[in-house]
């Protein structure tokens, strides 16, 4: 999965960029929609790749 983007680079591109906050709001759900589907096809929940989507969505909702 390609979303790798840091707190701090998150936050830049969040000031950055005039947007309101429900528009935030949709683009952190659909990251969270994309990652719980990535997630959900993994039979092995500690591969490499489940990993990465645990650790986005952990991301997402401590984002709230």
């Known amino acids: 999965m390609a979303t790798h983007v840091t ?3 998150r936050k830049i ?3 950055k ?3 309101d906050a429900d528009t935030w709001t949709r683009g952190r759900a659909w990251t969270l929609w ?5 997630a959900a096809g993994f039979t092995n929940p500690n591969n490499a790749e489940a990993r990465s989507s645990f650790s986005i969505i952990d991301r997402v909702l401590s984002d709230c």
């Open 13 to 15: 591109f969040r000031e």
């Open 34 to 38: 994309k990652s719980l589907i990535v």
């Open 7 to 9: 707190e701090g680079s």
């Open 17 to 19: 960029l005039p947007l």
